[in-house]
């Protein structure tokens, strides 16, 4: 058992909530709450079959992310859309993604340098601006995944699905389909086993950021 602000809680209750609150955040990324927007505790639990105390430790995890925000008198809100927050995410993820390339990309396997040739296939081949997102966001995390660094990778992971909240919020009805120079260069050098190649691309496709 588990100590919380809500009482005592289950290991299998805190699988639970973490289900719930990946879920909840890859919705409001995707669209599906608007800025303002109340996550109802009675609602969440009735549609996920659980305890109100479990969604309240699923609440508080997508709080924390910044995602939403825990309001007096309205409870938790989907947080709004902002230009500070929005530049604030890109020298994050400037600062920390091609740090992350660099130590990724020497300990890449076969296997992932295949599964990164795939994903860019498939944001060069999305038909609509949420498959492309996907995409994206795998690939990003594709490059980034042999770098041993959990902490790290959970962090930008964290601000891809911000990225993709802010990029579903401003930019789905501008979105056009087409091929991303910058991914094939970071999949060049990928396979090239080039780190700083990568982190120099990296930087620069990031600093394009908006």
Known sequence: MYETDGGQVSQQQLKKSDDIANKLLDRIAHGGFEPGDKLRQDLIAREFGVSQVTVREALLHVVSTGLATSQPRRGVCVSPVDQTAVE???????????????????????????????????????????????????????????????????EVDNLQRLYMWHFSARHTTRWRKRDDPDHAALLKAAKAGDAELARAVMQRHLSRMS
């Not at 990164?116 to 081949?125: M, Y």
């Open 88 to 154: 604030e995410l890109r020298v994050m993820r400037t600062a920390l993604e091609p740090v992350a390339v660099l130590r990724s990309v020497p300990n890449l396997t076969r296997d992932q340098i295949a599964e990164i040739e795939a994903l860019n296939e498939a944001c060069n081949d999305a038909q609509t601006s949420e498959a492309w997102e996907e995409a994206n966001r795998r690939f990003h995390m594709a490059l980034i995944s042999a770098c041993n660094m959990p902490r790290l990778i959970a």
